[in-house]
């Protein structure tokens, strides 16, 4: 088999979970061997698998159904992860879910990254088979290194007793930034950084206030860092602290168990089945609790659930999911659906 995997504006959304999702999916396939091409304008595949929802994926996919190919939509956003993003975004939420759900009803099955996303996927009234499949993680970028931990500790002048939260992510009002802030503000003893960036232009101005200079002296924005300095800080940290409303996945969440270091999140649906409170990881509800947690987390109150943080990442490894995709693969192409593989990935 042949697949023909699709990212549209690679440029908007590389440094994105998207952007990154890409990467993933080209490292799975090459595990397990199946051939795939980037190129559009390529005939010779099978499967369409497209990831992007803009114009020319679109006319792409209009194209391999006139070819006869077979259509794969990896369902990466919804309705519900659009809100509190860029400007306007709530006013255009519903107009967004109607072109997702347009686009998504073209293709012969749909994969998602959690259960979470795929049960709101089925609300949405959406036939095709859907399957949830991680994003996945690379495990070797993230495990521990000493060298990449003292790059992060320089570069930011860290002492070896300051106390460091970190989160990634981009400068959305649903990631939790407002509150990153706020608890912030209440700790000055801490030094919180948050790593990402957005254009300024395209988030609401109380979000660029925040970042440009609402924020008290020991919140770091330092924008978008790739490489060794931003796979240091996941286990140099003494803790990552990711207060999102709402995910599909959170790709960043399983960088930073892959990091083995302690995560603390919000408690919200999209963990469920794979994140556990006390056993692999720490959740709150407000900002009360997470500023509790933090104290706790940080000065060892509470057990370090690192390691087992570390094996749940082991079963998302890129190896594992380039499994499962091949698996929805074959029963695509086997259409009528083989029942045994079909019950096996849903």
């Not at 990467?23 to 595949?45: C, W």
């Not at 006319?59 to 990896?74: S, T």
């Not at 190896?319 to 074959?330: D, H, M, P, S």
Request: aromatic share 12%.
């Amino acid at each position: 088999m042949k697949i023909l995997l699709y990212f549209e504006g690679q440029n908007v959304i590389g440094k994105s979970g998207i952007g990154r999702a890409e990467a993933h999916q080209k490292r799975a396939l090459q595990s397990v061997g199946i051939d795939f091409t980037t190129n559009p304008k390529a005939e010779d595949y099978d499967i369409l698998h497209v990831n992007t929802y803009g114009p020319k994926s679109y006319q792409l996919v209009k194209k391999a159904k006139k070819n006869g190919k077979k259509i794969i939509y990896h369902a990466h956003s919804t309705e519900e992860d659009f809100r509190n993003s860029f400007v306007g975004s709530n006013q255009m939420a519903p107009l967004f879910k109607k072109w997702l759900v347009s686009l998504y009803q073209e293709s012969d099955f749909i994969i998602t990254p959690t259960a979470y996303s795929r049960k709101l996927l089925k609300n949405y009234g959406l036939k095709q088979p859907i399957a949830a499949i991680s994003n996945g993680i690379d495990l070797r970028k993230y495990y521990p290194d000493e060298r990449k931990r003292t790059l992060f500790r320089d570069h930011f002048k860290l002492t070896a007793s300051d106390k460091v939260i970190i989160c990634v992510g981009l400068f959305f009002e649903r990631k939790g930034i407002i509150d990153f802030v706020e608890i912030a503000k209440n700790m000055p003893d801490y030094t919180f950084i948050w790593f990402g960036h957005v254009p300024m232009a395209s988030i609401p101005h109380k979000i660029r206030k925040i970042v440009k200079k609402d924020h008290p002296e020991n919140v770091i924005f330092p924008g978008y860092i790739n490489g060794d300095i931003i796979e240091g800080a996941y286990s140099a940290a003494d803790l990552f602290f990711f207060p999102s409303y709402e995910e599909t996945e959170g790709i960043v969440v399983l960088e930073a168990l892959a990091s083995q270091q302690q995560i603390l999140v919000r408690d919200i649906p999209v963990y469920e089945g794979w994140l556990k409170n006390g056993y692999n990881c720490y959740m709150g509800h407000n900002n009360q609790e997470f500023q509790e947690l933090i104290r706790k987390i940080t000065e060892k109150k509470l057990p370090n659930v690192s390691l087992a943080g570390f094996r749940t990442a082991q079963t998302k490894s890129i190896n594992e999911i380039g499994k499962e995709l091949q698996t929805v693969y074959q029963s695509v192409l086997d259409l009528p659906y083989n029942h045994e593989i079909y019950r096996r990935i849903m």
